[in-house]
């Protein structure tokens, strides 16, 4: 049970376990037995330090507690390298030392964690342990340099591979595989990180819902793989139209949210009317006649994230019950300066039988 128990653990659990209980202590009996007293001690303390550390990485968070453990692995590591500055550098440490460095804190932070470690041991032979640098010969400074840096490569490959897996993964999880924007998940996460900014900064952001009218009888009429055709064909409608900056995601079905960054109700409403106006226009679509029913409500920073998605809501609910294809704009807080272009409703609660993010068609 033990070694299930262990793999469920997160990655740098693991590894601190494997050099805390395996290697760590291997290393410190081969020093012990060469009479490297000091060393032993050193190593000896760094796995226990390894085993009380675990407790605090859910506390600190992975990233500081990585941080803390490389830096304290880094002086035991310094520490015990002073013993043995009077024969050949420790084989050892050079070959898991690179692992750790990058394993735990990454290819940055490793990496320079990594060429200090190696620098940092020639300096102290080059101060203090000039005799051992005159007596060995130059193939074996080259064999202890390959040693150290075939196992950071290694280990650096190993990382990146992990990485760009992290990252597909990553990618797949949070995109729909039909339109390629956004899916709910991963908007969910766009829109909170966008909350603190929006706060910090005062910003301008509008929300806007974007539903395809009627799409339930695009469906029945022509088919599903014709109705998935015509969603891929609004997704990259959208993604030619919006900017870089703004997070555009299917939010479920037919309906879309987009996210405008810096930019206000007013600037929202050309863009928005603009679309509207082309997609009812195009006759390149999979299914002729389509049109989008939007909603959209400037997202102040003083208002909460649901609030203003509520809002954008009830206008797309507002625009749909009265006629489809056209759009409709709120504030979700206060009222705009100029409503003489907009439709504009004014704040209220949904209906009972409309819930956020499922508008009927």
């Known amino acids: 049970m033990f070694p299930r128990a262990l793999y469920q653990q997160p990655v740098l659990v ?106 940092f041991i020639i300096a102290c032979y080059l101060l203090f342990g000039s005799e051992v640098v005159a007596a060995i010969d130059t193939g074996t400074w080259i064999q202890v340099g390959l040693a150290y840096f075939t196992a950071a490569g290694l280990a650096a490959g190993y990382e990146y591979m992990q990485l760009q897996l992290r990252l597909k993964l990553r990618a797949l999880a949070d995109h729909d595989p039909l339109t390629g924007l956004l899916n709910r998940r991963g908007m969910e996460k766009r829109l909170h990180e ?52 703004d997070y555009i995601a299917r939010w479920g079905g037919e309906e879309f949210l987009v996210a405008l960054t810096h930019t206000n109700l007013a600037e929202a409403a050309t863009v928005l009317e603009r679309l509207r106006s082309e997609v009812s226009g195009l006759e390149s679509l999979s299914v002729p006649s389509l049109t989008l029913s939007m909603g959209a409500a400037e997202w102040q920073p003083n208002v909460d994230l649901s609030i203003a998605l509520k809002q954008a809501d009830v206008a797309l609910y507002e625009a749909k019950q009265t006629g489809r294809n056209k759009l409709v704009l709120t504030l979700a807080e206060g009222e705009p300066e100029d409503k003489s272009s907009w439709s504009f409703i004014p704040e209220r609660d949904l209906p009972a039988d409309h819930q956020l993010g499922q508008s009927s068609s």
Not at 23 to 32: E, K, M, N, Q, S
Not at 67 to 78: P, S, T
């Open 194 to 245: 966008l909350t603190g900014f929006l706060r910090r900064h005062e910003i301008a952001v509008t929300l806007a819902l974007l539903d395809i009218d009627h799409f339930k009888r695009v469906n029945d009429e022509y088919g599903h793989d014709v109705g998935d055709a015509a969603l891929g064909e609004i997704g990259r409608e959208l993604k030619r139209l919006f900017r870089e900056s």
């Open 14 to 119: 693991r590894l601190m376990v494997g050099l805390a209980l395996l290697i760590l202590p291997a290393i410190a009996w081969v020093d012990y037995q060469q009479g490297y007293r000091f060393a032993a001690a050193v190593e000896a303390i760094a796995a226990i330090t390894l085993l009380c550390l675990i407790p605090l990485i859910q506390p600190l968070g992975v990233k500081r507690a990585a941080r803390l453990i490389l830096l304290i692995m880094f002086a035991l590591a310094a520490l015990g390298s002073v013993e043995k500055l009077g024969s050949t550098p420790n084989f050892a440490w050079f070959a898991i030392m690179p692992f750790l460095y990058i394993a735990v804190g990454g290819l940055g932070l490793g990496t320079l964690l990594t060429v200090a470690h190696f620098v």
